[in-house]
């Protein structure tokens, strides 16, 4: 329902506009659901930090130094559903913890490309708790944001989907 105010704020008769505009034409105005990532503290009182928006295709990325082999690695996931899944592994050298065989749990891929080892890979992963060092320079990669995790000042983060209702 529009509000009689709506024409003598500014914006307003452009608003009027693109909502006669798109009616008329079909386009619907439903907003898809917003995904966002919840980076709350791990420890402590689990406070929530800070509320980072995601993409139209809701994924992210985080990249880190690996601590054994000292070199770039990326994990990539993507919300769904309110789930976090991982659907792929980039990194340059095997170390601790990373994969090594081609039918690692939940793998769909294995490659060597440009340098990089990429496992491919659908996993489901739960909330993502994270030990932030700024040696490793942590970085979280959204579609609008490039936040080095070290920045925020709290050595344990957990990372969740959450939706438009959680304050920062």
Not at 49 to 74: C, E, M, W, Y
Request: contains cysteine.
């Amino acid at each position: 329902m529009l509000r009689r105010g709506l024409l003598r704020r500014p914006g307003g008769a452009s608003l009027l506009a693109l909502l006669v505009l798109s009616i008329g034409s079909g386009v619907s105005l439903a907003a898809e659901p917003s995904h966002f990532l919840c980076l709350s503290e791990t420890r402590g009182t689990q406070a929530l930090v800070k509320r980072v928006p995601l993409g139209p295709d809701a994924t992210f990325a985080l990249s880190f130094i690996h601590s054994v082999s000292r070199t770039p690695v990326t994990d990539y996931y993507r919300v769904e559903q309110g789930r976090i899944l991982q659907t792929r592994e980039e990194f340059m050298a095997h170390g601790a913890g990373l994969p090594s065989i081609a039918n690692d749990m939940d793998a769909t891929g294995w490659r060597h490309e440009n340098g990089h080892f990429i496992l491919d890979m659908h996993r489901y992963t739960g909330p993502i708790p994270l030990r932030i060092q700024a040696q490793f320079e942590n970085t979280l990669h959204t579609a609008d944001t490039e936040l080095t995790l070290a920045t925020l000042g709290i050595s344990a983060l957990t990372l969740a989907p959450c939706d438009e209702e959680t304050l920062p």
